[in-house]
C-alpha cells in the first residue's frame, strides 16, 4: 500500500513505523522543519517540508497513486479540509481525520445517524472523511471496556463472541510457574490459549515448549466465564467491583460517566450479580475544578459528584473513598493521574485504571502497580490501523510495545488458507490462529491443529509486526 500521512507529531510517527515495518510505501508531510527533520532521522520513508492541504503539493508526491490518506496534524479544521480537497478530485482514496473539537465528531457522527440511507454508498461521505477519530472517543471507550472486564488487566474482546485475551501476571509459586506450556492442559480442565507472553520485557508467541516464570505476564485467550480459574492458576483473583470513583469530569470522563451510568438501572448489570443499590453511594465523581464538578453534578443526577482535592487523605478518608473497589483516573493530567492511582491503591481502593499518554507510559504504570493503564496515544494509532487495513480486516490491537498484534479479519476467496487445515500452513514465532467463526455462525470457538478455515469464516490471530502484511496476505489478501 501507499499512504500518505499530514502530520509528523507522535500519532504521525507511530503510524508510519508500523506501517513501513510492514513494508509500506508510505509519505510524511508536515510544515514544520525541525519535526520533519526528527522524523527523517528516524523513519526509512519519504519525508516532506510542506503544507499537506496544498493540493499541488500533495500531487507532486503522488496522491493519485495513494491508497490512503491520514491526516492527524494539530489542526482539526487543516485535516478536515485535507481530506475533503482530496476527495473532489480523488475519491476513491480512503481518507482517515483525526478531530479533537467534540463538536465536530458528534455533529458528524449525528447527521450520518440522521441520514444514514442518503450516506449508505449513496453520496461521498460528510467532508470527505471515511472515518473520523477523536482521541477521547477511544480512550473513552477502552476504560469502559476495562471496567465492564473488572479490571483485571489489559483484556481485548471480540464481537460475538465469548472469549477474551485477559492480561495476568503469574504469581510465585503459583500453578502456572516453572511450568512448560504444553503441560498446562495436564493441571486444569478450563480451555485457554496462551495468545502471547512478556518475559523480562519481551514480548513474544510462545511455543510449546515455553517455560512460565513468576512475575511473567500472559495474553490468555479465555472464555469470560472462565477468567476467575485462569486468574487463580496464575495465583491471582479476580474481584468484584461494587464501587466506583472517577477522578476527573473533563472530556473523557464525562463520556466514561456517560457510558457506565445511564445503562445501570439501579446497578451495574455486569459487576454486580443481584446486588441492589442506591446509585449515588455507589458511583462517584470528584474534580478539584469547581465550574467541572458543578456541571457533572447537573448531568448525573444518580452519582454523588463532589469538588474536592483527590489527594487529600483526610478528605478521602472522610468520604470513605478508601474502601471503594475501583479508581478511574481520568483526568487531562496523564502523569497525575498514574500517581493518583498509585497512591490510591496503596491506601487501599482495591483496584485502578489510570489513563495515561502512551505505551511507554503504561508500562511504567503497571510496574507502579496500576490494573489497567489505557495509553491515549495508542488507542488512536490502533483505531486508524485498523482502518487501514482493508474492508476484509475488521479490527486490530497492538500487544505492549508493538511487538505484536491481534487482528480479526474475514478470510477471503484469494486466501491462500482457505480450505486447509490449520497444521497445513502452520508458522510457528510467526502467527498463532487464536479463534474462528464459521460463515453464518455467530460464535467464535477456539481452534487446533485440524480446524479448517474456508472463504467467508472470520478468524482472530496474533503475529510479529514485522509479518503482519504476509500474514493476512496468507488470509484475507
Not at 510524511?28 to 493540493?55: K, P
Not at 504469581?171 to 496462551?194: C, H
Not at 456517560?258 to 442506591?278: D, T, W, Y
Not at 493530567?333 to 495515561?356: C, D, F, K, P, T
Amino acid at each position: 500500500m501507499r499512504i500518505v500521512i499530514v502530520g509528523a507529531g507522535f500519532t504521525g510517527i507511530q503510524l508510519a513505523k508500523l506501517l513501513i515495518n510492514e513494508k509500506n510505501t508510505v509519505v510524511l508531510i508536515d510544515n514544520d522543519e525541525d519535526t520533519i527533520r526528527h522524523a527523517s532521522n528516524m523513519l526509512d520513508c519519504t519525508a516532506i517540508c510542506a503544507d499537506g492541504n496544498n493540493l499541488d503539493t500533495l500531487e507532486d508526491l503522488g496522491i493519485a497513486k495513494a491508497d490512503a490518506l491520514v491526516c492527524v496534524t494539530s489542526s482539526d479544521e487543516v485535516n478536515m479540509i485535507t481530506c475533503s480537497l482530496v476527495d473532489a478530485v480523488y475519491p476513491d482514496i480512503l481518507k482517515i481525520a483525526r478531530v479533537r473539537n467534540y463538536a465536530y465528531y458528534v455533529n458528524t457522527a449525528s447527521a450520518k445517524k440522521k441520514h444514514s440511507n442518503d450516506f449508505n454508498g449513496k453520496k461521498r461521505p460528510l467532508y470527505g472523511i471515511d472515518y473520523m477519530i477523536h482521541p477521547d472517543i477511544e480512550a473513552a471507550d477502552a476504560i469502559v471496556q476495562a471496567v465492564e472486564n473488572g479490571a483485571v488487566g489489559n483484556v481485548l474482546s471480540f464481537d460475538n463472541s465469548d472469549f477474551e485475551i485477559a492480561r495476568v501476571t503469574v504469581s510465585a509459586g503459583s500453578v502456572f510457574d516453572g511450568l512448560a506450556l504444553k503441560d498446562l492442559r495436564s493441571k486444569t480442565d478450563v480451555k485457554f490459549l496462551i495468545a502471547y507472553i512478556n518475559q523480562n520485557g519481551t514480548t513474544s508467541l510462545p511455543s510449546g515448549d515455553t517455560i512460565i516464570h513468576a512475575d511473567n505476564i500472559l495474553g490468555v485467550l479465555v472464555s469470560k466465564k472462565d477468567i476467575p480459574d485462569v486468574l487463580a492458576l496464575c495465583g491471582s483473583k479476580q474481584k468484584e467491583i461494587r464501587r466506583v470513583v472517577l477522578i476527573g469530569a473533563g472530556r473523557i470522563g464525562t463520556i466514561v460517566a456517560e457510558k457506565l451510568i445511564k445503562p445501570m438501572k439501579g446497578k451495574f448489570p455486569r459487576l454486580i450479580s443481584g446486588l441492589s443499590v442506591r446509585r449515588n453511594q455507589d458511583f462517584v465523581i470528584i474534580d478539584s475544578n469547581p465550574d467541572l464538578a458543578k456541571v457533572a453534578s447537573e448531568k448525573f443526577p444518580d452519582a454523588r459528584v463532589m469538588c474536592a482535592d483527590p489527594t487529600d487523605k483526610g478528605f478521602l478518608q472522610e468520604e470513605d473513598i478508601l474502601s471503594f473497589d475501583l479508581a478511574i483516573c481520568a483526568t487531562h493530567n496523564h502523569e497525575m493521574n498514574m500517581i493518583l492511582a498509585a497512591y490510591l491503591e496503596s491506601l487501599g481502593v482495591g483496584q485502578s485504571i489510570s489513563l495515561v499518554g502512551s505505551s511507554a507510559f503504561g508500562e511504567i504504570a503497571q510496574k507502579l502497580g496500576i490494573d489497567v493503564p489505557v495509553p491515549l496515544r495508542d488507542t488512536v494509532v490502533d483505531s486508524i490501523m485498523s482502518h487501514l487495513r482493508g474492508k476484509s480486516v475488521k479490527e486490530i490491537h497492538t500487544v505492549t510495545d508493538g511487538q505484536l498484534e491481534i487482528v480479526e479479519c474475514e478470510v477471503t476467496s484469494e486466501s491462500k488458507a482457505a480450505g486447509k487445515a490449520l497444521r497445513e500452513i502452520s508458522n510457528p514465532g510467526m502467527y498463532l490462529l487464536l479463534l474462528a467463526r464459521k460463515s453464518g455462525l455467530e460464535d467464535y470457538q477456539i481452534v487446533d491443529g485440524n480446524t479448517k478455515v474456508y472463504s467467508g469464516d472470520h478468524v482472530v490471530l496474533i503475529c510479529t509486526s514485522e509479518k503482519n502484511a504476509a500474514v493476512l496476505e496468507l488470509f484475507s489478501r
